[in-house]
Structures are given as structure tokens and as C-alpha cells.
């Protein structure tokens, strides 16, 4: 690794800084990570679980309460795969891991078509393999290195294709309940973790050894957040925000808000404020032939509204 400059230096600190800032915030908010919990990191050798590890085990010594780290890789058996890079590392932190060895890269080639993209299959048995070894190991929380930006892109990817409005969750209990999923890097942005990573000189190794085509659908919704980010700075922390301001009763779901049963209340007093149906809209008829919104006009509008109640107030 080579030798930081003053400045390099400098920025890693404050990047580290913000990291467990937020990770932190993050373990709070959703209670992540209690007393005596075994924490498995998924270590997948790429920048985010790199971070995740790091970051983890720098919170570990500062931490209120009391846990275990457990590293753990599951070398799939790409071709290429280079075996010595993560056992390297780890023993240089000198933390406890494990290299789970399965050819799920065999099943994988043999199920999916020459060119198409691998990563959903490849993921699920991943999954699968990396539960049960939670459960062998006597893990309580399994790790992952997701970040806000994953969070974001696979809300617009289950919007777009999918017809949901559905993200990936900073908390997740396993369908058969015996595994909890954790995602400390909710918060964190994937520029601050990659640069992070740069400078921490992380051993990277390809997420394409497999040759599996690059999953274009998520790729453009990469493309047009990195866009918006450009264009319109804050548009991607409004959207995270939105995430967790969500109101079912202002949404359409029937199955998230009971709308069959919303009925007036005869007794209740009314207090003569104008209910939103009550004032009046933009024009924006005026807005298509002028270029713009005739404010006087509007607000005229809707003092006559709010005369209107007032005189039919009991």
C-alpha cells in the first residue's frame, strides 16, 4: 500500500468519521445489534462488505454494548476466483472467518442460457448456503454490505418492472424466521464507500469472474440517480426520506390501509378549516398559455373558498 499524502490523509479520516457515524445511526434506529449478539459479515471481497467488515470492527471497540464478529466467504468456484486474497487478509486483522467452499457456479451455468444475466440465481443460492452456515455457526445477525444507494435503485427496479413499491429493508426476518438480516450500511452513500475503499487500498477482487452479462435494467436506474445527483443535488437524500416517511393512507393499497371502512363521524365538530377538495386547484390551463401561474387570481379564489365555510360554520 502506498503512502498517503497529508491531504489523502486527511479525507479518509473524515470519511471514516461519517461512515461510523452513520453506521451507527443506523444499528440505533433499527436495532441492529444487541448485547451478546454473533454478527456473520457476508464478505463477498467487493468495496461494500470490505467497508462493512472495517467499519464494524472499528464500532466493535467503541460500542456500548458487547458483540462478536464472524467473517465468512463462500468461494462459489468461479474460474479465476483468487483463493489466497481474502485468507490474507483476515488473518492480518486477526479476526475469526471462515471460506465456505460450494460450486454453485456449475448449477448456475448449467440452469441459465449462454448471455443472460446469472445474479438472481447465483444470489438465491448464495443465500441459502450462507443461512444454513448462520445456524451452524450460532450466528444471531447475518450482515450484509447493501448501501442507501442499493436501496434506492431496487425500489425503482420493483416499481418499474415489478409493479411494487418495495425497496430492501434495513432489518429483514428470513421467511422461515430463523435468520435476521441486517443492513448497517443503510444510510451510507456508494461514492463515500468507494472512495473509502481507494483509499484504505482494500484487495478488491472482480464481482465478474463468472462472465454473467451486467444486469442492465439495474444499471440504468444507476445511470439515471447518478444523473438526477448531478442535476438536482439532495433529489437522492429527499428519496431515502421519502422511504421512511411513508403514509398507507395516502397511498392506494387496500391491503396496507383499510379505506372499506372510513366513514364520517356525524358527532364530530367541525372546526371550519377548508378540507382539501374545498380549495381550489391551480388553473393550469393558465399555466399552458401564459408560461406561468397568476397567483392574485388563485389566492382570490381561495379567500372566497374560505369565506364560503365560514359563513355555513355552525
Request: charge should be negative.
Amino acid at each position: 500500500m502506498e503512502e498517503l499524502s497529508q491531504k489523502q490523509k486527511t479525507r479518509l479520516n473524515k470519511l471514516q468519521k461519517r461512515l461510523r457515524r452513520e453506521v451507527g445511526s443506523a444499528i440505533e434506529d433499527y436495532k441492529m445489534i444487541e448485547e451478546g449478539d454473533v454478527v456473520m459479515v457476508c464478505l463477498s471481497g467487493g468495496k461494500d462488505s470490505y467497508t462493512l467488515l472495517d467499519i464494524l470492527l472499528n464500532l466493535q471497540h467503541r460500542a456500548p454494548v458487547n458483540f462478536k464478529l464472524v467473517a465468512v466467504n463462500l468461494d462459489q468456484k468461479q474460474p479465476g476466483f483468487p483463493e489466497d486474497i481474502l485468507p490474507a487478509y483476515l488473518d492480518s486483522l486477526g479476526v475469526t472467518y471462515h471460506i465456505l467452499e460450494k460450486d454453485t457456479y456449475s448449477v448456475v451455468k448449467e440452469k441459465i442460457p449462454e448471455g443472460k444475466t446469472t445474479c438472481s440465481l447465483c444470489s438465491r443460492l448464495r443465500r441459502g448456503t450462507l443461512y444454513g452456515f448462520a445456524q451452524k455457526i450460532g450466528a444471531t445477525k447475518i450482515a450484509l454490505g447493501h448501501h442507501r444507494d442499493d436501496i434506492i435503485e431496487t425500489m425503482f427496479l420493483n416499481m418499474f418492472y415489478g409493479g411494487k413499491l418495495k425497496a430492501m429493508p434495513p432489518k429483514l426476518l428470513s421467511d422461515d424466521g430463523a435468520n435476521l438480516v441486517i443492513r448497517p450500511l443503510a444510510y451510507s452513500r456508494e461514492k463515500d464507500i468507494s472512495e473509502y475503499a481507494e483509499l484504505k487500498a482494500f484487495p478488491i477482487i472482480p464481482c465478474n469472474l463468472c462472465g454473467s452479462q451486467e444486469n442492465l435494467k439495474r444499471k440504468e436506474v444507476k445511470q439515471m440517480l447518478n444523473q438526477w445527483d448531478r442535476q438536482h443535488p439532495g433529489r437522492i437524500e429527499t428519496i431515502f426520506t421519502a422511504l421512511q416517511n411513508v403514509a398507507p393512507s395516502q397511498m392506494v393499497d387496500r391491503e396496507q390501509f383499510d379505506f372499506i371502512s372510513l366513514e364520517r363521524d356525524p358527532n364530530a365538530k367541525f372546526e371550519g378549516s377548508v378540507a382539501e377538495a374545498d380549495l381550489p386547484a391551480f388553473d393550469f390551463l393558465d399555466v399552458a398559455n401564459s408560461g406561468h401561474i397568476q397567483l392574485d387570481k388563485q389566492l382570490d379564489k381561495a379567500e372566497q373558498a374560505i369565506e364560503v365555510v365560514n359563513v355555513y360554520q355552525p
